[in-house]
């Protein structure tokens, strides 16, 4: 199983960015696929999700600014990430489980598989 992490950058408060994470390894349409962010001084905390039926599934600090998708043909799901703020500053993980149950979608040891992480710099 491989997930790969990509999109990241530096960019000023107000801007947009979109993250993508690509799958492989995996029968990718069956899979809950979830964005985690972490700092140095921060646990990794969750940031969205989207289950194999398209529900989705937000922290209460992106609600309404970023959105999730998945593209089951293409094994990819986004982030498109808009109104950043400096506070969104982390490096952004992508996780993929097939067995996931809606109680633990927010919690990230529940998740198997990992990407690398893509960095997002959110300047003031």
């Known amino acids: 199983v491989q997930l790969q992490a990509s999109g990241g950058g530096l960019v000023e408060a107000g801007d947009s960015l979109r993250l993508s994470c690509a799958a492989s390894?995996?029968?990718?349409?069956?899979?809950?696929i979830a964005w985690f962010r972490q700092t140095p001084e921060q646990e990794r905390e969750f940031v969205a999700a989207?289950?194999?039926?398209?529900?989705?599934y937000y922290a209460d600090s992106v609600k309404g600014r970023f959105t999730i998708s998945r593209n089951n043909a293409k094994n990819t799901v986004s982030l498109l990430m808009n109104s950043l703020r400096p506070e969104d500053t982390a490096v952004y993980y992508c996780?993929?489980?097939?067995?996931?149950?809606?109680?633990?979608?927010?919690?990230?040891?529940?998740?198997?598989?990992w990407g690398q992480g893509t960095q997002v710099t959110v300047s003031s």
């Open positions: 996780a993929a489980d097939p067995s996931i149950i809606l109680s633990s979608i927010r919690i990230s040891r529940q998740y198997d598989n």
């Open positions: 390894g995996l029968t990718f349409s069956r899979q809950t």
């Open positions: 989207i289950r194999w039926n398209g529900s989705t």
